[in-house]
Structures are given as C-alpha cells and as structure tokens.
C-alpha cells in the first residue's frame, strides 16, 4: 500500500507561481509512475503531468509549457512547479501512483493523495 501525500497548495494571484509536492510512502517509489491530476469545481477530475521511469514525462496541453514535473527518488517526493498561473488552475490537484504505466487516465493509477487547494485569483 502506497501512501500519498500533497503538500504546498495555496492562494496565488495570476502569474504567480506555486510548487506542489507528492510525497510517498514506498520505497520502491522509483518504480512508480507518478501522475498529478485536478478537479476544479463542477468538473472532472483531469490529467495535468506524469512521470515515469528515466526522463519520461507527458503534460497535459493546458500546462505545457507552464508547468514542469520533477522526481526526487531519494526524498520519494514528485514536484509540480506551476508558473503563469491563470484563474483556469483553480483547482484541487491529486497526485496518483500506478506500478504499470504512465498513463492520462485515472483508472490506471492504483494509489491516490487526499489533494491540495491551488486557488488562482485574478
């Protein structure tokens, strides 16, 4: 069992920059893909960035460019460092862990975080 937990959500105002943190459980952390996804009110649940294995790492067309995922496997910890920030990154953002792929979709992730505010003002 993979315990995840987010830290470092927050109010910003637009442009602003903020940098959440995934931290994990499992020492075999390395071996997990590890996604981040957010939910903004009265919507799905959506994929915003992955990383995997080497130097594998998808984004989400909204923040590309914006954002940047990064792993410490020796802090079993996964950042997304957000930049530019837009009222359209209002939401609350989830880290997931999945053994087998790195995926864009939610059900391919086994182990879920309890998720961060990230509040955008304009």
């Known amino acids: 069992q993979v315990q995840l937990v987010e830290s470092g959500g927050g109010l910003v105002q637009a442009g602003g920059s903020l940098r959440l943190s995934c931290a994990a459980s499992?020492?075999?952390?390395?071996?997990?893909?590890i996604g981040w996804f957010r939910q903004a009110p009265e919507k799905e649940r959506e994929f915003v960035a992955a990383?995997?294995?080497?130097?594998?790492?998808k984004y989400a067309d909204a923040v590309k460019g914006r954002f940047t995922i990064s792993r410490d496997n020796a802090k079993n910890t996964v950042y997304l460092l957000m930049n530019s920030l837009k009222s359209e990154d209002t939401a609350v953002y989830y880290c997931?862990?999945?053994?087998?792929?790195?995926?864009?979709?939610?059900?391919?992730?086994?182990?879920w975080g309890q998720g961060t505010q990230v509040t955008v003002s304009s």
């Open positions: 499992e020492r075999a952390f390395s071996g997990y893909a």
């Open positions: 990383s995997w294995i080497g130097d594998s790492i």
């Open positions: 997931a862990a999945s053994l087998y792929s790195m995926s864009t979709q939610m059900g391919d992730y086994n182990y």
